[in-house]
């Protein structure tokens, strides 16, 4: 048996993974051809994920020109602890408000810890509406899953 496929992720495995990582970091392409590169909290759906983003911000207008990106997930700090999940990902832009909206709940119920009923309330529908009017969601879904676990080698290399 390879290496390679010794370390490799169940698909349940990368699932847990992923919804376990509190940033994601994403790489799109300028049109110069070089890397662009940004951490993002985001909203896992199994393996696809969500974000939202400023409308007019480097990674939409790179996006906007070519609809693929590369998700990084990883963890550790010893080589026998090393996990990760790259997600290659074609990628739609989300401009419909409600769409948004619904990225923006999700992202200040995962991060900031509010309840639905804490943002269901008035002030905070404004004030979550009023920031999606300037930005667009993002979904990422994967065509490619690369994985790595180096917890399975059980210490040999």
């Known amino acids: 048996m390879s290496r390679r496929s010794q370390i490799t992720m169940t698909d349940d ?15 799109t392409v300028k049109a110069d051809g070089r890397p662009h590169l940004v951490p993002m909290w985001f909203v896992p759906d199994g393996s ?3 974000v939202w983003s400023y409308a007019r ?3 939409t207008v790179n996006l906007r ?3 693929r990106a590369t998700l990084l997930l ?4 010893a080589y026998d602890q090393l996990r990760g999940v790259s997600l290659e990902c074609d990628v739609e832009v989300i401009e419909d408000v ?7 709940t999700a992202l200040a119920e995962r991060y900031s810890g509010a309840s639905p009923s804490d943002l269901a309330n ?3 529908t404004e004030l979550l509406r009023r920031r999606a009017a300037k930005r667009v969601g993002l979904r990422f879904t994967p065509t490619r899953t690369i994985t790595w676990d180096h917890r399975k080698l059980g210490g040999t290399y």
């Open 13 to 27: 495995e990368v699932v847990d993974f992923i919804a376990d990582r509190r940033t994601v970091v994403l790489a």
């Open 48 to 50: 696809t994920i969500e």
């Open 57 to 59: 911000s480097q990674k």
């Open 65 to 67: 020109r070519d609809p």
């Open 74 to 77: 990883e963890t550790g700090t």
């Open 98 to 104: 409600d769409d948004v909206v619904r990225i923006g």
């Open 122 to 124: 008035p002030e905070a």
